[in-house]
């Protein structure tokens, strides 16, 4: 059974940084390519970015890039999200999904697993 439990989400005030953890569990950890989305409220998911295990090749939303980094840690199965110099449109529920489809990073249909998500709140 393939688990994803995000954690370290908040609410942090504009400007601020947090760091979302992401334990994956029930697939090949290195196999899969390792995914940040986020919804926010009324709005669409949104990738966020993706880290290939294999090379540490990063991917990042043009509304992120410079302020976010993705890293891993293989012996503890787990994805980061740095997330730098917040702003308030960063607020949401942030997702982590390993890319099991054949497809873009950026497309939600190329992922089949999601967890439950970690709140991400930005004050201004």
């Known amino acids: 059974e393939v688990q994803l439990v995000e954690s370290g989400g908040g609410l942090v005030q504009a400007g601020g940084s947090l760091r979302l953890s992401c334990e994956v569990s029930?697939?090949?950890?290195?196999?899969?390519?390792i995914g940040w989305y986020r919804r926010a409220p009324g709005k669409a998911r949104e990738g966020v970015s993706c880290?290939?295990?294999?090379?540490?090749?990063?991917y990042y939303a043009d509304s992120v890039k410079g302020r976010f980094s993705i890293s891993t840690d293989n012996a503890k199965n787990t994805v980061y999200l740095q997330m730098n110099s917040t702003k308030r449109e960063d607020t949401a529920v942030y997702y982590c999904?390993?890319?099991?489809?054949?497809?873009?990073?950026?497309?939600?249909?190329?992922?089949?697993?999601w967890g439950q998500g970690t709140q991400v709140t930005v004050s201004s």
């Open positions: 999904a390993p890319k099991t489809y054949i497809g873009s990073w950026i497309s939600s249909t190329s992922y089949g697993y």
């Open positions: 029930g697939v090949t950890f290195e196999d899969y390519p």
């Open positions: 880290i290939t295990n294999g090379d540490g090749s990063a």
